[in-house]
T-cell receptor, first 116, second 114 residues
């Protein structure tokens, strides 16, 4: 089945530790995204990537880092510099280019990160 | 910068009734796409409906339809014959054509009353 896989579903880390969230897609999409979801805040864009070895900061990139070494994979590292890392993280992917059929974003099931 | 605003944090509707969720957006672009996504308790995001800005005709998908007012930068979602399974968070989203950045609103939590 084609789709986006985020792992793990739940993640616990101690304060001050870096942690990496995994996101893999087999939809052959060029664009991939990371969003953070907090109650009452909606989905806020952390980073997105349109092509391998390139990525753009979103609205809340501070304290996060990403890499895009393969088309299928877009891991997100939450660093110790992120002041409030406890949140629900969603990864998404989409086609790129013009045209209505290229615009939909497909989402993974999310990772709930808790930092204690 | 583009922004998406959903002014109703929560709404309730009686089962089988009709409800309208509001969304406004701010952009200087003329060519873009708008979306409504549903997030049920499972937290899996599901596309409900999509609207191309260059189309005057409002999009419909079964019980879901939109009222797209380009000049007013308004994009509301109407759910007819509400069902218990419609209970979810609903997010409005914007994407400029030839750009891959997708911006979401803060969401509206919809409760369906039996």
């Amino acid at each position: 089945d084609g789709g986006i896989t985020q792992s793990p579903k739940y993640l616990f880390r101690k304060e001050g530790q870096n942690v990496t969230l995994s996101c893999e897609q087999n939809l052959n999409h060029d664009a991939m995204y990371w969003y953070r979801q907090d109650p009452g805040q909606g989905l806020r864009l952390i980073y997105y990537s349109q092509i391998v070895n390139d990525f753009q900061k979103g609205d809340i990139a501070e304290g996060y880092s990403v890499s895009r070494e393969k088309k299928e994979s877009f891991p997100l590292t939450v660093t110790s510099a992120q002041k409030n890392p406890t949140a629900f993280y969603l990864c998404a992917s989409s086609k790129t280019g013009t045209g209505a059929m290229n615009t939909e974003a497909f989402f993974g099931q999310g990772t709930r990160l808790t930092v204690v | 910068a583009q922004t998406v605003t959903q002014s109703q944090p929560e709404m309730s509707v009686q089962e089988a009734e009709t409800v309208t969720l509001s969304c406004t957006y701010d952009t200087s672009e003329s060519d873009y796409y708008l979306f409504w996504y549903k997030q049920p308790p499972s937290r899996q995001m599901i596309l409900v409906i999509r609207q191309e800005a260059y189309k005057q005709q409002n999009a419909t998908e079964n019980r879901f339809s939109v009222n797209f007012q380009k000049a007013a930068k308004s994009f509301s979602l109407k759910i007819s014959d509400s069902q218990l399974g419609d209970a979810a968070m609903y997010f409005c989203a914007y994407r400029k054509n030839r750009d891959d950045k997708i911006i979401f609103g803060k969401g509206t939590r919809l409760h369906i009353l039996p």
